[in-house]
Structure formats: C-alpha cells, structure tokens
C-alpha cells in the first residue's frame, strides 16, 4: 500500500491496546505526526473547520477549546482559516504538546488524560466552542468524556467534532451517540448538522478507498 508507514503509524495509535502503549507510540511519533498525516492527505480537520465557521461567532471575545489538541494541527487550520479568538487546548501526551506549544497558537494548555470518570481541567461554562478533531474514535477519547465538554461549553455554545465513518468505529460510535441522544432527551443539546467528509485522502487499509467521516455539530441548550 502507498505511503505504508505513515498508515502504520496511524494504525498504531487507533488499534492500541492501552493508553499507555497509545502514550509511548505518541511520543515516538511526535517529530513527523504533521508530515506523515499530510502524506495521506488528512483533511477531515480541515473539512470539520470550513462547516464549523458556519455556526461558530468568529469574534476576538471568542473562546476555543480543543480536546485532544496533538501538535496543534487543528488550531492552526482554524488560524489559518481566519478565526480570530483566543483557543486552549488540552492533550493528553506532552511530547506532542510540546510542538503545539512552540506553535504560539494557545492561550492556555493542559497536559490531561481525559476519562469518563471526571472534570476537564477548565472551568465549566467558559467557552463559546469546544472543537474535538480525530480523536473521538476507537481506543482513543472515552465516549462518557462528551458530557464534560458540553458542561464546558457557556449556553449557546457550540460543540463541534468529526468521526471516521468505518465498520472498525461503528461499536464506538453507537456507545458515544447513545451519551449524546441522551443529552438531546434531556433538553440541554441540539443537533445543529451532521456532514459527511472526505477524512483521508488516500486509500486507506480498512476499504482500499479514501475514508469517509462525518462532521456533528451540536449546541447548548
């Protein structure tokens, strides 16, 4: 297969089988994570980011926050694309951090391992917009963590993310769109628009093709 070993080490990361072999992987792969995703042309960000300037107030008061931050790929785009706010990021490996930091994109970050079990590390009811870019995804974000990045949001605020759209992450899925139809039962979200996205350009290992994804886009109530 083309482009073999950046898939290889995308597969490493999505198939882990713990967080900690995830972590190390992440570590080791920092150094060339941008080039080897722009290899096999990783446009999912990008297409999450054109739909999120629809719905998301692109002021200088506003505030992002983007989970599961990596090397800054994401804010970047963002910047690149024209958002004029202020973004905070959280990621979970320092290594890659670290690259997001040197790209002077952030007002404030967090090195955190996200769980279902507790609290961002922010104050709840802060931001205009959470982002969350290729990381709600097998052996990746916990599906229950979705609940804290809405407590997060300030009302009206806009939760924003994209997904592989692959038998591999359908089980996945399934288990974070029952916490998220629960919160839409509840009255505190609303489904704003669900897009499909080219994700990876190239062909990938699970269809031979370029992977499709999907983009949601949520508010709170």
């Known amino acids: 297969m083309e482009y073999q070993q950046e898939w290889d080490s995308i597969n490493a990361v999505v198939y882990a089988e713990s967080i900690e072999e995830k972590n190390k992987f992440y570590t080791k792969w920092a150094a060339t994570y941008d080039d080897d995703l722009a290899g096999v042309d990783s446009v999912g960000n990008q ?4 739909l999120a300037f629809k719905y998301i107030r ?31 990021a959280i990621e979970m490996n320092a290594a890659m951090l670290d690259i997001a930091i040197k790209k002077g994109l952030y007002r404030k ?10 609290p961002l590390p922010v104050v709840d009811d802060t931001y205009d917009v959470v982002t969350v870019a290729a990381a709600f995804t097998t052996n990746h974000l916990p599906q229950g963590c979705i609940r804290y ?7 009206r605020g806009v939760m924003i993310f994209n997904s592989r759209k692959t038998e591999g992450n359908a ?7 029952g916490h998220l139809d629960d919160m839409v039962k509840a009255s ?26 999907f983009v949601f886009v949520y508010r709170k109530l």
């Open 188 to 213: 505190k979200i609303v489904l704003l628009k669900k897009e499909e996205i080219t994700y990876y350009g190239k062909p990938c290992k699970e269809t031979g093709k370029p992977m499709p994804g």
């Open 171 to 177: 089980e996945y899925q399934k288990i974070l769109f």
């Open 149 to 155: 990045m809405v407590k997060a949001l300030k009302s």
């Open 47 to 50: 297409n999450m980011i054109k």
């Open 109 to 118: 970050t967090y090195c955190f391992t996200i769980t279902d079990d507790g």
């Open 58 to 88: 692109n002021e200088a008061s506003c505030l992002m926050l983007d989970v599961a931050a990596g090397t800054g790929r994401t804010a970047k785009f963002y910047k690149d694309t024209g958002y004029k706010g202020q973004i905070d």
